[in-house]
């Protein structure tokens, strides 16, 4: 690890590890605590990734949480501070090794793995193939692979994908793949806060790192574990100069008592942040709506954004435009009675909002994607 940063290489751990050895008392402790310190002395120096392999309890855990990311393995790979028997000894609850910190569990459920892999042997070659988007350090640039995919080809799907029913989702993935090299996305976490899509891709062979709402789940909306997720794969790509690409579609932040008690105002400042303090190249696309703070937190320009784009139709305001009819017009009941409720709606969306994503995005006018890419 010593070596690892003084010429700056990356560091890829395997892990299969039952824990401190007892025998050994206080030193295997110790041995712990020279690698965590070694992992936080890397971070944002050289890339460092963790494949879990095997078991990974007790103190071995930590090591690979300070990393970059943790792949695991389907079925033969677990991650837990104490183990299901401990769990039986001191709290009576049965527990198997996959539930308490399988693959599954973690790639899903808690976001400790950023990937699960169906077996070794995949583990191994889709981390090879993942490593190419990455820089040797944080000096050094991205690999540069030779782009045979035209950045001018026409994509006529382009100009369909995003539906003119604004209640009607879409994929965000559809866009993505669409824009970037050969098709070739991947995707971080595909399984955890899917309400934001994070992974890497090459522009004209470059590397870039996208963050996208997906409209498919929960309407795009931001929550605790979407801002979490996305604040960390976007404080990665800062530390390694790698631009960031961000596709919005955001309703806002989700509301409800459960987000508010558990801290969405503390973890959605998390997102925002990452963006604010990002010094990489960040171009935005709006590709229907971005309303209230989410549109700020959303690599909107006020954040520094670099280029910020418009699609036909994209909205930006407060909120949408029937909330801010029942807000404005609360207490005239006469309003719906007349038919004029959906007439100030139809204002507010269709001039109002238009209007604010002119004015807020780099463009003066909205763009194509086609446009986008050329």
């Given amino acids: 690890m010593d070596k690892a940063m003084l010429v700056g290489a990356p560091l890829i751990g395997l892990n299969d590890s039952g824990g401190a050895r007892i025998q050994e008392g206080i030193a295997s402790l110790a041995g712990y605590a020279e690698i965590f310190q070694r992992?936080?002395?890397?971070?944002?120096?050289?890339?460092?990734?963790?494949?879990?392999?095997?078991?990974?309890?007790?103190?071995?855990?930590?090591?690979?949480?300070?990393?970059?990311?943790?792949?695991?393995?389907?079925?033969?790979?677990?991650?837990?501070?104490?183990?299901?028997?401990?769990?039986?000894?001191?709290?009576?609850?049965?527990?198997?090794?996959?539930d308490l910190g399988g693959a599954k569990t973690h790639s899903s459920k808690s976001g400790v793995c950023h990937y699960a892999f169906e077996n070794d042997i995949d583990a191994l070659a889709r981390t090879r193939e993942f490593f190419d988007f990455l820089p040797l350090n944080n000096k050094?640039?991205?690999?540069?692979?030779v782009a045979d995919d035209p950045r001018d080809r026409v994509i006529p799907s382009l100009d369909t994908v995003v539906p003119d029913d604004p209640l009607r989702p879409y994929d965000i993935l559809d866009v993505i793949r669409a824009v970037v090299d050969e098709?070739?996305?991947?995707?971080?976490?595909?399984?955890?806060?899917?309400?934001?899509?994070?992974?890497?891709?090459?522009?004209?062979?470059?590397?870039v790192g996208v963050v996208a709402n997906q409209p498919l789940v929960a309407a795009g909306c931001l929550d605790i574990n979407a801002s979490t997720k996305g604040a960390r794969f976007v404080r990665f790509c800062d530390a390694f100069n790698i631009p960031i690409v961000t596709f919005v579609d955001v309703p806002g932040f989700l509301p409800g008592s459960s987000q508010e008690h558990a801290g969405v105002i503390?973890?959605?400042?998390?997102?925002?942040?990452?963006?604010?303090?990002?010094?990489?190249?960040?171009?935005?696309?709006?590709?229907?709506?971005?309303?209230?703070?989410?549109?700020?937190?959303?690599?909107?320009k006020h954040l520094r954004g670099d280029v910020n784009y418009a699609w036909p139709g994209a909205e930006i305001?407060?909120?949408?435009?029937?909330?801010?009819?029942?807000?404005?017009?609360?207490?005239?009941?006469?309003?719906?009675?007349?038919?004029?409720?959906?007439?100030?709606?139809?204002?507010?969306?269709?001039?109002?909002?238009?209007?604010?994503?002119?004015?807020?995005?780099?463009?003066?006018?909205?763009?194509?994607?086609?446009?986008?890419?050329?």
């Avoid at 028997?85 to 996959?98: R, S």
């Avoid at 050094?140 to 692979?145: E, F, K, L, Q």
């Avoid at 098709?183 to 590397?207: C, H, L, Q």
Wanted: glycine share 8%.
């Fill in 140 to 145: 050094d640039a991205s690999p540069i692979r």
């Fill in 183 to 207: 098709n070739d996305f991947f995707e971080i976490m595909p399984t955890y806060a899917k309400n934001i899509v994070v992974g890497f891709s090459r522009m004209d062979g470059r590397t």
């Fill in 266 to 300: 503390r973890h959605g400042a998390k997102l925002l942040y990452a963006y604010a303090e990002a010094t990489v190249p960040k171009l935005t696309v709006i590709t229907r709506k971005a309303y209230g703070g989410a549109y700020d937190v959303m690599s909107s």
């Fill in 317 to 374: 305001a407060v909120m949408g435009a029937k909330g801010a009819v029942a807000i404005i017009f609360k207490g005239h009941a006469d309003i719906g009675m007349r038919g004029e409720c959906d007439l100030y709606i139809d204002f507010l969306s269709q001039t109002f909002c238009q209007l604010e994503a002119r004015r807020n995005t780099w463009k003066s006018s909205p763009i194509r994607f086609q446009q986008l890419l050329e």
């Fill in 39 to 98: 992992n936080v002395n890397a971070s944002g120096v050289i890339p460092q990734i963790s494949l879990i392999m095997g078991p990974s309890a007790g103190g071995a855990v930590y090591s690979p949480a300070i990393t970059d990311f943790v792949f695991m393995v389907k079925d033969t790979s677990f991650m837990y501070v104490t183990g299901p028997e401990v769990v039986k000894a001191e709290l009576h609850e049965d527990v198997t090794h996959e």
